[in-house]
């Protein structure tokens, strides 16, 4: 990923943040065919350190658990907010009119080699974890001892676990840190009345970056 110095977020715990806010993530392999693509939404664990393990399942169905090169990391990319950037809330558009649009994101990639676990405990901790987290934050979490244990039964055995242990973690903040504070100002007032999908949370990550440049 093609990352300039003033983009780059070295920070672990501000990756691990990201990750574990936007958990699906865009896992690609190299396979027989090619390159493949799978939307999987990953569990990251803190150990082992420095960057921690991620884990997922897929249907027994999918290749993906058969068909990758052993010997090659397999990347998955996490998705953090993104939004376009119009010039027109630039201030210096109406000094020197030089000024293009842009699109600002946040992305996380994390690379590993691939271990397939095809063990029905294994599984069925995986998917309580995965249920755990991302029920937190509901009034009335559901839990998979909520279903009946025969029906999750045969579930799990139709779906195979795998995990990664991240041995490559690397982090882009596009966010406008490149502009003067004029023009990130304008970007979170641009931002605030947009209403443009991820706007609020870019506005923030504009904000914070104008704060504490890199």
Same mark, same amino acid.
């Given at each position: 990923?093609?990352?300039?110095?003033?983009?780059?977020?070295?920070?672990?715990?501000?990756?691990?943040?990201?990750?574990?806010?936007?958990? +699906?993530?865009?896992?690609?392999?190299?396979?027989?065919?090619? +390159?493949?693509?799978?939307?999987?939404?990953?569990?990251?664990?803190?150990?082992?350190?420095?960057?921690?393990?991620?884990? @997922?399942?897929?249907?027994?169905?999918?290749?993906?658990?058969?068909?990758?090169?052993?010997?090659?990391?397999?990347?998955?990319?996490?998705?953090?907010?993104?939004?376009?950037?119009?010039?027109? &809330?630039?201030?210096?558009?109406?000094?020197?009119?030089?000024?293009?649009?842009? &699109?600002?994101?946040?992305?996380?990639?994390?690379?590993?080699? +691939?271990?397939?676990?095809?063990?029905? *405990? &294994? #599984?069925?901790?995986?998917? !309580?974890?995965?249920?755990?987290?991302?029920?937190?934050?509901? *009034?009335?979490?559901?839990?998979?001892?909520?279903?009946?244990?025969?029906?999750?039964?045969? +579930?799990?055995?139709?779906?195979?676990?795998? !995990?990664?242990?991240?041995?490559?973690?690397? @982090?882009? &903040?596009? #966010?406008?840190?490149?502009?003067?504070?004029?023009?990130?100002? @304008?970007?979170? !007032?641009?931002?605030?009345?947009?209403?443009?999908?991820?706007?609020?949370?870019?506005?923030?990550? #504009?904000?914070?970056?104008?704060?504490?440049?890199?």
């Amino acid at each position: 990923m093609y990352t300039p110095k003033h983009f780059e977020e070295p920070r672990i715990e501000v990756m691990h943040e990201l990750m574990r806010a936007r958990p +699906l993530a865009t896992l690609v392999t190299l396979t027989s065919h090619g +390159l493949e693509a799978n939307h999987i939404p990953l569990h990251l664990i803190d150990q082992p350190a420095p960057f921690g393990t991620l884990r @997922g399942h897929v249907a027994r169905a999918n290749p993906l658990w058969r068909d990758f090169a052993k010997d090659t990391e397999v990347l998955a990319i996490f998705h953090g907010p993104d939004s376009y950037i119009t010039p027109s &809330w630039y201030a210096t558009k109406k000094e020197t009119g030089k000024v293009v649009p842009t &699109w600002n994101y946040a992305v996380v990639h994390a690379c590993g080699m +691939l271990r397939v676990i095809d063990d029905a *405990a &294994w #599984v069925r901790a995986q998917l !309580e974890a995965l249920t755990a987290h991302n029920e937190a934050g509901l *009034a009335r979490p559901w839990a998979v001892s909520d279903a009946p244990h025969e029906y999750t039964e045969k +579930l799990i055995g139709s779906i195979v676990g795998f !995990e990664i242990v991240i041995t490559k973690l690397s @982090g882009k &903040w596009k #966010v406008s840190q490149n502009q003067p504070a004029q023009n990130q100002a @304008g970007i979170v !007032e641009g931002l605030g009345s947009s209403g443009l999908r991820d706007a609020a949370e870019m506005a923030a990550l #504009v904000a914070a970056g104008a704060k504490n440049p890199r």
